[in-house]
C-alpha cells in the first residue's frame, strides 16, 4: 500500500429547479440563485435557473458541506407584478455520491388600480336653489371606456355633494380611462348648465384610487332691489356717511348692503326670482354720536323679478341728544362739617358754547347737577381748594373723576372726596443735673394737654431729648417733674417748676429742658464734750481734720425721710442742718485756738 496517496473525500451536489405561477407568463425567463458554502474553499456562485421547470446542478462539493442558497429577487421582479418567492429548503447538506433536490417557487400577482369620481354641483353667483339640496342630492352619471387588453367600459353615478364614489373595476398598472359626464341627465329646469369636459386619468401604481372631479355651475333666473338713503337732520358730514342694510330672503338668502347717504342708489346681488326679502337698516351704522334717530322704509318688503330691480329709499331723521352730570363732596379723615357747609366746584366744558360754571356743593354727601348739554361733551372739573381748606387741616383732594363725558339721558356723578388730617406737633423733654451725678437715673414728667391728652413720659440726664405725643395744632401742654422719682440720696434738691408749651405750627417739635440742682448734705456731727486742753497734747497741724473725720470717700448721711420713705427733697425738714453746720464751725474754732495757745 503506498502510504503518499492522499485520502480521497466523497462528494455531492445540490440542485435548483424554478417554478412560475400565478399572472403573467414568465416561464421563459433566468432567475439567478447564489450559493454559499463552508467546505474548505468557503465554495461562492451564482445558478442562472430557467423558469420553464429545468433542474440547474451545482459544482460538485465534500461531503458533509453545508450550503447556503438565495434567489435574486431583483432579478425575478417583473415591471406590474408583485413577487412571492419562496424556497423548498434555503440551506441544504451535501451527501456523498448524491444531489439534493431545491425546488424555488415564484408567485407573481398582477398589479392593480382603480378610479373615483367626485361631483360638485353648484350654483353660480351664490344664489340658492329652491328646494336647498336640489343640486347636492341630484345624481349625475358618468361612462367611461379604458385602454387596457380587455377594453373595459361602465358606468359611474355620483351625488352632486361632493362625495368621491369608486368605479367598480380593478385595472392594470399603466391603464388610461376617458370619463364622460351625461349632460342630458345632468340639465335642472330653471337653470343654464355649464358642463365640464371629459376627463382621462391614468392608473400609475399598485393600489392607486385616480380622482376624477367634476364641478357643474347652474346660473339661475334672477333679479335685484336697490336702496336709497336720504337723511334729514344730523350732525355735519351726516350726508356723506355710509349706511348698512341686511336683507333676508326666502330660501335662506341673505346678506349686507352698504349705502352712501348722499342718495346714491346701491342695488343688492342678483337674487333667484321669485323669492321675497325683508329689510332692515343696521341701528348701528345709523347711530350718530349725540343724536337719536327715527329710520323709515318706503317698503321693508321685495319680491324679486326677473331682470328687473325694485327701488327702495330709506329716510334717517336725527334729533340732538342731551344729558347732563352731577357733583357730590365726599368727607373723610380728622374733620367733621358742620351742617351747611360747602365747598365750590368749577367746571369748564367743551361744547360749542364752551360752557363752565360753580357748583356749591354741600360737605354731606348731597348730590349737585349740572347744566344741560349735548351728548359727547366733555366736562373738566376743578375743586376751589380755597373753599375746601378748613385751618389746622391738612387737606388731599381726590377725584372719581376729573373729566365727566354727557351720554344720553343719563347724569353721571362724579364723587370728589377731601380726605382732612389734622396737623400736628409734639414736644420733648430734655433732662440737665447740676451738683450730682445722676448716671443712668430716670427722671419721671407728667404732662397734660388742652386737647385731653395726658401721660408720662421718663428722661435720663444724658442731654437726649424724649419725645412726646402729637397733638394738634395750637393745644397747650403743661409738663411737671416727679420731685420724688428725681430725689438722690445725700442731696438737697432745687425742682424746677412745671412748664407750659404751646404747639403752634405743623411738624413743630417744642422742647421743654429741665435742669435740676442738688445739693450735697453734710454729716451732723455726734452729741460730745469739748475737748480740753492737755499738757502733753502736740499741735495739731494747720488744716488738719476734726478728732471725728469723715472717713475718706464715705457717703454723708441720708436725708431725713416723709411718712412715705422719700427723701424730703422739698418740703422744709432739713431746716436744722444749717445750724449744725454753724455749731460744727464754732467747736473746730475753739479747739484750734487752744491749740496754739499750748
Known amino acids: 500500500k503506498n502510504t503518499s496517496e492522499e485520502t480521497v473525500v466523497p462528494t455531492g451536489k445540490f440542485s435548483v429547479a424554478k417554478t412560475v405561477s400565478g399572472d403573467g407568463d414568465f416561464a421563459n425567463s433566468n432567475f439567478a440563485f447564489t450559493y454559499t458554502c463552508n467546505d474548505p474553499a468557503a465554495t461562492t456562485g451564482t445558478l442562472n435557473v430557467p423558469g420553464d421547470g429545468t433542474a440547474v446542478t451545482s459544482p460538485e462539493l465534500p461531503e ?45 400577482s398582477r398589479d392593480t388600480g382603480t378610479f373615483s369620481v367626485v361631483k360638485k354641483a353648484v350654483e353660480s353667483e351664490g344664489a340658492q336653489p329652491e328646494p336647498a339640496d336640489l343640486l347636492t342630492q341630484k345624481e349625475f352619471t358618468f361612462t367611461y371606456t379604458c385602454d387596457d387588453a380587455s377594453a373595459t367600459t361602465g358606468t359611474v353615478k355620483a351625488k352632486g355633494d361632493g362625495t368621491a364614489v369608486l368605479s367598480n373595476v380593478q385595472l392594470p398598472v399603466g391603464t388610461s380611462c376617458t370619463i364622460t ?65 341686511t336683507y333676508t330672503c326666502d330660501g335662506d338668502v341673505q346678506g349686507t348692503l352698504t349705502v352712501p347717504g348722499d342718495g346714491t342708489a346701491v342695488s343688492s346681488p342678483k337674487i333667484p326670482t321669485g323669492v321675497s326679502c325683508t329689510l332692515a337698516e343696521d341701528a348701528a351704522s345709523a347711530a350718530k354720536d349725540g343724536y337719536s334717530v327715527a329710520s323709515t322704509l318706503s317698503q321693508d318688503s321685495v319680491t324679486i323679478a326677473k331682470d328687473q330691480t325694485v327701488a327702495v329709499t330709506a329716510t334717517n331723521t336725527y334729533t340732538r341728544d342731551t344729558g347732563s352730570f352731577s357733583v357730590s363732596k365726599s368727607v373723610k379723615g380728622d374733620y367733621t362739617p358742620q351742617a351747611g357747609e360747602t365747598v365750590k366746584v368749577g367746571y369748564t366744558c367743551n361744547d360749542p358754547d364752551s360752557t363752565k360754571g360753580t357748583l356749591d356743593v354741600p360737605m354731606d354727601g348731597t348730590a349737585v347737577g349740572g347744566p344741560t348739554l349735548p351728548t359727547g361733551t366733555a366736562c373738566t372739573l376743578n375743586e376751589d381748594n380755597t373753599s375746601a381748606q378748613r385751618e389746622g387741616y391738612a387737606l388731599a383732594t381726590t377725584y372719581s373723576t376729573t373729566t365727566a363725558t354727557i351720554a344720553k339721558d343719563q347724569v353721571p356723578n ?94 413743630q417739635v417744642v422742647n421743654t429742658p429741665f435742669t435740676n440742682t442738688y445739693t450735697a448734705v453734710a454729716d451732723t456731727p455726734s452729741p460730745s464734750a469739748t475737748p480740753k486742753p492737755s499738757a502733753s497734747s502736740k499741735a495739731t497741724p494747720s488744716g488738719a481734720a476734726s478728732s471725728n473725720p469723715t472717713p475718706s470717700g464715705s457717703a454723708p448721711s441720708a436725708p431725713a425721710q416723709d411718712g412715705s420713705g422719700s427723701p424730703l427733697a422739698r418740703t422744709g425738714a432739713y431746716v436744722g442742718i444749717p445750724l449744725a453746720l454753724a455749731l460744727a464751725a464754732i467747736a473746730g474754732g475753739v479747739l484750734l485756738a487752744y491749740r496754739r495757745r499750748a
Not at 70 to 79: F, I, L, R, V, Y
Open 64 to 108: 458533509g458541506t453545508s450550503c447556503t442558497i438565495t434567489e435574486d429577487t431583483a432579478s425575478a421582479a417583473q415591471a406590474g407584478y408583485s413577487l412571492t418567492p419562496t424556497l423548498s429548503a434555503s440551506s441544504v447538506t451535501i451527501p456523498a455520491g448524491d444531489v439534493v433536490a431545491v425546488t424555488a417557487t415564484n408567485t407573481y
Open 181 to 245: 359626464e351625461d349632460e342630458a341627465g345632468a340639465q335642472v329646469p330653471g337653470y343654464t348648465l355649464t358642463a365640464p369636459e371629459a376627463q382621462t386619468v391614468k392608473i400609475e401604481a399598485k393600489d392607486q384610487v385616480v380622482e376624477a372631479s367634476f364641478t357643474n355651475t347652474y346660473t339661475r333666473d334672477t333679479g335685484t332691489f336697490s336702496i336709497a338713503k336720504s337723511v334729514q337732520g344730523g350732525p355735519e358730514g351726516a350726508a356723506n356717511g355710509s349706511y348698512s342694510f
Open 414 to 507: 362724579v364723587s370728589v372726596t377731601n380726605t382732612y388730617t389734622r396737623q400736628t406737633g409734639t414736644f420733648t423733654v430734655s433732662k440737665a443735673v447740676a451738683g450730682a451725678q445722676a448716671g443712668d437715673k430716670e427722671f419721671t414728667f407728667a404732662y397734660t394737654c388742652t386737647d385731653g391728652t395726658e401721660g408720662t413720659l421718663k428722661a435720663k440726664a444724658n442731654g437726649e431729648a424724649v419725645t412726646g405725643p402729637k397733638v394738634p395744632t395750637g393745644t397747650q401742654c403743661t409738663v411737671t417733674e416727679d420731685a420724688k422719682t428725681a430725689a438722690i440720696d445725700g442731696y438737697t434738691l432745687a425742682a424746677p417748676e412745671a412748664q407750659t408749651v404751646t404747639v403752634s405750627e405743623k411738624d
